[in-house]
Structures are given as structure tokens and as C-alpha cells.
């Protein structure tokens, strides 16, 4: 456990379900003012997206490979964002989840921190006996040769936000339109395939929960978005 002190910190566990991802970032930009002012404890911000392409600061456009036209056809957006990392996907049945803590609360810096999120995308694979595993190269988990899950993190005044993502039903085939991470021909897979059969999103959130808990020394309450906002003075 990376955690000062031997005391649970403290927290809310924010599930926003399935919304698109750009006000479910504006909610998360707000959590983060509030939260590096004292109005807010630790949060855990977790979503679903309808289908998306977010372009992380070392990302290129030229990473997305299909036209405009056929995203437009598609419904797929394509959206800039301020995390580490290339271009990736989102889409229904991909977890996102995003701690919102200070790396000093839990004596990390931020590449430890990142690599801690991997490990915790490990642990939570363990949980169905699937092993998991890191690549040097690339940030992320993968399984076997193909990558199941990603992080991209960023960090403001020592404060996370963005954070990890799973793959657990998710349609794949519009990986196949970029080039996930920035790698050419980068094959992925979820959890669904790997098990051969649907996974209960609401059994993943809580196994993830438990592991976020236990590996940052949390104690995460369930909280609604106008009770969040009430509590933090959140602008609307």
C-alpha cells in the first residue's frame, strides 16, 4: 500500500455511467479545482463513452487512420485531450476510471504512479485468472501479445488526473481505424474475448474498487453528481 500514515483517506467513488466524453472531462476538470482548493477529498471518477478517439499531448492526427466521412457515418468523435499518450479509443463496454489524488498523499511520484495503475489493472485481470503483464516500451497492460488495458495519466501542482482503462466488452473494431498508442497494427483485446463470454460491468467496478481501495489507501464513498457538486460549490 502507498499511503502515508496508517489511516484510510477519506473519498467518493463518482460513477457517471455511460456519457459522452466531453462533459464527463468538464465534470472531472471541476472535481480537480475543487479538489486541489480543499473543497473536495479524493474522487474517483468512473464513465463509459459513446464511440470516441481522445488525442493525448503526444498524439497526432495523423494517427487516425479512417476519413472524416466515415467517422461522421459511424458517430465516432474525435477529440483532443490534455493526458500522456497517443490516440486510443473509447467506446461502450470500456471502463474509465479516473483518481482524482495528491501524490503526496500517497508517496508517489508520477511515473510511480503510473506504473501503479498498471498494477492495478493486473491485480483486477488476476481476479479472473487472467495474467496480465507490462511492456517496457509502451504504458499499459497487455495480455499475451495484445493490450487489454491503458493508462494515461496527467498531474497538475501534484494533483492526478485521467488515469486507466479496461477493456471489458468493448467493441474492437475501431481500433482497426487508428493507430493505437501511436503503433501501427497494435493488437488489442478485451476481457470478454479473452474469457469467452460477457463480463458484469458492475462486478468490474467493484473488484476495481476493492483494489484502488486496498493500493492507495482509500475509503471511497458513493456519491451522485448534484451531491458532488453541492459539496464541492462546483460551478454548472
Not at 31 to 58: C, D, H, K, Y
Not at 66 to 78: C, F, K, Q
Amino acid at each position: 500500500m502507498a499511503v502515508k500514515g496508517n489511516d484510510p483517506l477519506s473519498g467518493y467513488w463518482l460513477d457517471l455511467g455511460l456519457v459522452p466524453y466531453a462533459p464527463a472531462f468538464q465534470h472531472q476538470e471541476q472535481v480537480l479545482a475543487a479538489r486541489m482548493t480543499g473543497r473536495l477529498p479524493s474522487t474517483v471518477i468512473l464513465q463509459e463513452n459513446p464511440p470516441t478517439f481522445t488525442i493525448g499531448r503526444a498524439g497526432s492526427r495523423a494517427n487516425v487512420l479512417a476519413s472524416p466521412e466515415l467517422l461522421d457515418e459511424r458517430g465516432v468523435e474525435v477529440l483532443d485531450v490534455n493526458r500522456g499518450g497517443d490516440v486510443t479509443y473509447h467506446g461502450p463496454g470500456q471502463l474509465i476510471a479516473s483518481p482524482l489524488l495528491y501524490l503526496g498523499d500517497v508517496d508517489l511520484n508520477a511515473n510511480q504512479y503510473m506504473h501503479r495503475l498498471e498494477d492495478v489493472v493486473i491485480e483486477l485481470l488476476d481476479t479472473y485468472c487472467v495474467q496480465a503483464h507490462k511492456v517496457a516500451e509502451y504504458p499499459g497492460v497487455w495480455w499475451e501479445e495484445k493490450k487489454i488495458g491503458a493508462v494515461g495519466i496527467a498531474v497538475r501542482r501534484g494533483y492526478t488526473f485521467h488515469g486507466l482503462s479496461l477493456n471489458v466488452n468493448l467493441d474492437l473494431g475501431p481500433f482497426d481505424w487508428i493507430n493505437p498508442c501511436g503503433v501501427e497494427r497494435l493488437p488489442v483485446t478485451s476481457l470478454h474475448l479473452v474469457l469467452g463470454r460477457l463480463v458484469p460491468m458492475h462486478e468490474v467496478k467493484a473488484g476495481l474498487r476493492a483494489i484502488l481501495q486496498s493500493t492507495f489507501g482509500l475509503l471511497l464513498r458513493d456519491v451522485a453528481w448534484d451531491e458532488l457538486q453541492r459539496l464541492g460549490q462546483l460551478t454548472f
